[in-house]
Structures are given as C-alpha cells and as structure tokens.
C-alpha cells in the first residue's frame, strides 16, 4: 500500500509564495510519474502540475504555468510544489497523486491516470 502525504499549505496574501511537500512510502517512488491537483470549494477537482519519474519531464496547468514549479528528489521520496505569485484563485486543498506507470504525457492531465492520492492540504490566499 502506497501512502501520500502533503505539507506546506497555510493562509498566505496575495502575491506571496508556499511549497507544498507530498512524502511518499515504500522503494518505488522513483520509478512512477506524480503530481499535483487542486480542488476549491464547490468546484471539480483540476490539474495543476505533473512530473515523470526521473523529473526529466513537466507539464503545468496553464492558469499556473509561469507561477508554479514542479521538482522531486527521489532520495529523499518526496515531490514539491513551488508556488509564487500567489492570488486567491488559487486557493484550494491540493493533493499530490501517484501516477500509474508507463503514461505518456497526454493524460497526466486526467484524474484516471493516478491510482494513489494524499489526504490533501488547505492553501488559502488572502487579497
């Protein structure tokens, strides 16, 4: 059983910067792509970063593209979300997910191409 947990989110204002951690469990975590999602309230859960395996690879959301950088250190087994530029909308829990193997980049955008997820973690930005 692989388990997923984030850190980092909090009340921040507009404009200001947060990076989220997401640990994960177990030796495998080098060999799956991962990513993040974001859900605000009353809205759909949405797509905001993905990174391969090695971290050779990204793809970004494009309401956070230019804003937002995705890493992973696989020593360490954790994936980050470096989060500048911060605005309200973009306040939402965020969750990190693991992605099912052998994908290629058209559908690390797709919810179904992640077989594992965090619990989440509130990022709240004030204006």
């Known amino acids: 059983q692989v388990q997923l947990v984030e850190s980092g989110g909090g009340l921040v204002q507009a404009g200001g910067s947060l990076r989220l951690s997401c640990v994960a469990s177990?030796?495998?975590?080098?060999?799956?792509?991962m990513g993040w999602f974001r859900q605000a309230p009353g809205k759909e859960r949405e797509f905001v970063a993905a990174?391969?395996?090695?971290?050779?690879?990204?793809s970004y959301a494009d309401a956070v593209k230019g804003r937002f950088t995705i890493s992973r250190d696989n020593a360490k087994i954790t994936m980050y979300l470096h989060m500048n530029s911060l605005k309200p909308e973009d306040t939402a829990v965020y969750y990190c997910?693991?992605?099912?193997?052998?994908?290629?980049?058209?559908?690390?955008?797709?919810?179904?191409?992640?077989?594992?997820w965090g619990q989440g973690t509130q990022v709240t930005v004030s204006s």
């Open positions: 990174i391969s395996s090695s971290g050779g690879s990204t």
């Open positions: 997910a693991r992605m099912l193997s052998l994908l290629g980049r058209s559908v690390w955008t797709n919810q179904g191409a992640y077989d594992y």
């Open positions: 177990g030796r495998t975590f080098s060999v799956y792509g």
